[in-house]
């Protein structure tokens, strides 16, 4: 089954995309969706009136925002191993996350410097890992699980990052913003000794950091690299 957000409702279609089932939700603005790896019958949509969970292939949705303080949705994001925690992005409030298959929901912003989210991104193999655009704020980083989130803005041109995703093994991320694609990485060092950077401070760059041996950082590089091309393939199939 692929699922279909639209600016009036979610369209389901059983057969690739050849054909297209009527729109439910009709009305509602969605914003993203979610579906269940293990299960694919199971998915999530963020809207602008909450969240929404089909247990059956899209046929019928049921309301799965409490917890949440409002309504308006940006997106939302699945653990592929886990399917039973859930994040969503808010346009107002920032992240929250559900450790119970969106029965309810739990703040999940410490760090961050803004409340607009924009974007959210998770690691197919270990969801510890996320990336979040923040409007304004450029992106920010979770080690884990939304607990806690710093921002890895170092060398990135602008705070406006409207698509964000993580490779396998957690080391790369890709953001989409106004004026291009951009590849974050952690970088080996260049000298026996460099600056551990442990907060950027949101938009723009002013980051605090102590020495450290041989330590790594976040470089942001306007080209694809061998892993993301790779990865994009993979996802394109």
Known sequence: TIYAGTSSGVRTSPDDGATWGAALLAGVAIRGIAVDAGTPARAFAATDSGVYMTQDAGATWIPRSVGIPTNDLTDIVIDPANPLNIWVG????????SANGGASWSAASSGLRGLRVDTLAVEPVN??????????????RSLDGGTSWLAVNEELPTPG?????????????????SIGVFTLTVAAPSGNERELVIDTGGWPWN???VGSPAAER?????????AAISFLEHMAR
């Open 161 to 177: 990052v409207w698509a964000a995703a993580v490779l396998p093994g957690g080391a790369t991320g890709i953001a989409g913003t």
């Open 207 to 209: 980051g605090r950091a």
């Open 218 to 226: 976040f470089v942001w590089l306007n080209r694809f690299t061998p």
């Open 90 to 97: 808010t346009a107002s409030a920032g992240v929250y996350r």
């Open 127 to 140: 969801a510890a890992v996320l990336l979040a655009g923040i409007r304004g704020r450029g992106v920010f």
